[in-house]
């Protein structure tokens, strides 16, 4: 199956270099998951992948997070984040003790709920993106711009 090129690829890159922490939220199966992979792929920074999916990851996480990113060290990708929302206490203290941008990459689905904990924890150190499902342009891969008003 081949990679259809998203457009927001560019702008999530250029983020990451500002942002500790990039939440990207979105329906499920818009390719959030397979984004972040392409692009972690490509930034060849050996950012580990993690899926709170996984319901052993996702114990270690909710009943001892420090522990869990002591395993899983930065920069990280951490997919289905709002399962553990006990890790963004943690996420906060690694941000502020570093000040290193990009080194949490995170999705999640759930954005009601998610958003709750992010605002309490990561207020100013997270940057918030939200992926729409694949537009005309993207699937015929022809370039898009922003749409303007004038």
């Known amino acids: 199956m081949n990679y259809i090129h998203r457009a927001m690829e560019d702008t999530f890159l250029r983020l990451s270099k500002e942002f ?7 329906p499920r199966q818009v ?28 114990q270690m996480a909710k009943n001892d997070p420090k522990m869990f990113l002591q395993i899983h060290k930065p920069p990280v990708f951490i997919d289905e984040v709002q399962y553990a929302p006990e ?26 709920k998610l958003m709750e904990g992010i605002q309490e924890s990561l207020a100013g150190r997270v ?14 891969g022809v370039a898009s711009a922003p749409f303007v008003l004038d």
């Open 31 to 58: 390719g959030k998951t397979t984004m972040l992979q392409k692009l972690a792929e490509e930034e060849s920074l050996g950012r580990e992948y993690v899926t709170l999916d996984d319901l052993t990851e996702r």
């Open 20 to 26: 500790p922490a990039l939440l990207l939220t979105g």
């Open 87 to 112: 890790l963004f206490s943690y996420i906060k203290i690694h941000v502020d003790q570093n000040h290193r941008a990009g080194d949490f990459w995170l999705t999640g689905s759930q954005v009601f």
């Open 127 to 140: 940057c918030l993106l939200h992926m729409a499902p694949m537009s005309q342009a993207e699937i015929y």
